[in-house]
Each structure stands twice: as C-alpha cells, then as structure tokens.
C-alpha cells in the first residue's frame, strides 16, 4: 500500500531515541521530509548519518527541550519561518517511576508542562498552516497506562490522560479541515527506556532485569516486547493519506497485552 505521503513534511519530537526515531524513520521511509527534534543533536545525527542516502537527505536534527518554553516556542518559530508541517508526531520523554501516593505538586507541575501543555502549545502554533492547506495530521505517542494504568507509574499514569482528553478533543474541532487527531499507545516496546524501567523494577523488587522481563513478556499474549519499527509503522500509518478518515482514535500496539476490549 502507499501510504501517500511522499511529499509531505513532518516534525517528530523526542526523536533522538526510541520511539520517536522509530516513527521517524518509518516517515522517512514512507517519502516523507522529517525534521527529527530533541535534546541532543549529536544523537539524533547519529541514526540520521546511518540512513541510506535518499533518507538521510530528507532527515534534519533540531534542538528541542520540552522542558523549555522557550525552546519549544524557537523550534515553533524555525518550523514555521519555513511553511510549517503537514504531519507533528507529539512524543516525549517519559516521567520518573513512583507511585501516585507519593509525587509531589512539583513533580506534576513540571512533568505536566513537559509531556502534555508544552506539546497542547506547539501542536497549537503549528495547526494554523494544517488548517490553511486543508491538510494535516497530528499523532501523539501514548501509553497502554492510559487504558490500564501501569503499577508505580503514577505520573505518566494520570498526565497521558489528560493527553488523551485534549487529543480527541481537538480531533472533533479540526477534522472538517482534513485534519486527524490521533494517539499511538505502546505497550512494551523494546527501547532504553523499557530497559531502565525494567531495571527500576528489578531493584525495586529484589529481582534480576532478566526476571522482571520474563514475567512481563509472559503477560503479553504475543509473548514477546515490540520492536519499535512495529510501532514506527502504526504511526507513519496514522501519519498517512490512507489514514483521512480515522480520527479520534487510540491505537494500541501492545501485542494484546491490554486487558480490557
Ligand atoms: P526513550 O526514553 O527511549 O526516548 C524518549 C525520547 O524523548 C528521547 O529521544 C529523548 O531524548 C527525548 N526526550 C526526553 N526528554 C526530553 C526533553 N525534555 N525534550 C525533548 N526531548 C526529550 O522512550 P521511548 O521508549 O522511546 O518512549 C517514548 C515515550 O513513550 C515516552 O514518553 C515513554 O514513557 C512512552 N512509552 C513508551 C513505552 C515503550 O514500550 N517503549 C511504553 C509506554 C509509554
């Protein structure tokens, strides 16, 4: 199938790692131009300078921390000093584990800012060219705790909701202008930071990484983690010419693992 994106321009957001370049790639691959933004340049220069040649011409890194308004709103001003994007794949950094018990108003104030109003801001600067080319795509990277809320991921539990009230939200107002409003919901996705939370559960619960793995893929009926090109092509699919009348929705890429219908 093409998915009819060859030339379309796309913005992605953490995507100097995992999912984010993932969802980067899989655009490039599609045709598409990606400009690839995060922290760390260097880092995302690195998978862009490993592409095959047509890609890597198409891919561009910019700077971009979440946690700063002001960053957020120079790389809003670089996108649409250039015409702006047809496609913003929203994504950010996940939340430190805890419980909801214990985090702290200024855990949520900042983690708040960073993953969700930061993101609600920048998707808000870039609609208006979306809205005037009578095109547009918006897809923002989730996660299956929205559905099922994941144990000792308090923050990232309760913030993603919000995400998702905003997301289909805004879908209603924006999809007779051709634009769709869509979240991506990962379950266990092989990336760092999959790694990272397994290894913060293994110490929390006196087991080996390698244990806390097992038992988790052993609650996938797939039987195994994701890999993140799986992921990457649900979103280059949402991303796509294909997807026009699919919007509001949540797609879950988990390979079964949530409970519920
Ligand atoms: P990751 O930590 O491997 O990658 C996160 C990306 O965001 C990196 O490119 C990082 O540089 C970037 N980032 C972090 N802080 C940033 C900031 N302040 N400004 C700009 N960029 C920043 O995570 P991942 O596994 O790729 O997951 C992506 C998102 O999806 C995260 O929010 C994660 O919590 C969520 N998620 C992932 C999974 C999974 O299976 N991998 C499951 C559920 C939810």
């Given amino acids: 199938m093409d998915l009819g994106i ?19 790639r899989a655009l490039l691959a599609e045709g598409a131009t990606v400009i690839a933004a995060a922290r760390t340049e260097a880092r995302t220069q690195e998978w862009i300078d490993a592409l ?15 946690a700063d308004r002001a960053s957020v709103d120079r790389l809003a001003d670089a996108v649409l ?32 800012a960073m993953m969700a109003g ?22 923002t990277i989730g996660s299956s705790g929205i559905e099922q809320p994941i144990p000792n991921l308090g923050l990232s539990n309760g913030i993603r909701a919000a ?10 107002e924006v999809a007779a202008k051709g634009i769709t409003v869509n979240m991506v919901l990962p379950g266990r996705i092989q990336t760092e930071r999959i790694g990272e939370l397994d290894g913060a559960n293994a110490k929390r619960l006196g087991k080996t990484q ?9 609650a996938i009926p797939a039987g195994r983690y994701g890999e993140p090109e799986e992921f990457g092509d649900a979103v280059a699919f949402l991303a796509s010419e294909r997807a026009r009348y699919i919007t509001g929705v949540k797609l879950r890429v988990d390979g079964g693992q949530t409970k519920s219908v």
């Fill in 118 to 139: 930061h993101l609600f801001h920048l998707t808000q600067r870039l609609l208006p060219p979306m809205e005037e080319r009578g095109w547009g795509r918006i897809v």
């Fill in 210 to 218: 390698d244990e806390i793995a097992a038992s988790a893929k052993a």
């Fill in 81 to 112: 000093a250039e015409g702006g994007v047809d496609i913003l794949v929203n994504n950010s950094g996940g939340p430190p584990p805890g419980t909801a018990r214990d985090a702290t108003l200024e855990q949520w104030t900042q983690q708040f």
């Fill in 163 to 172: 995400i998702l009230g905003w997301s289909k939200t805004l879908s209603n």
């Fill in 6 to 24: 060859a030339n379309r321009r796309a913005l992605v957001l953490g995507a100097s790692r995992g999912l984010g370049a993932a969802s980067a």
């Fill in 52 to 66: 095959p040649d047509d890609q890597r011409k198409r891919a561009r890194a910019l700077p971009l921390d979440l």
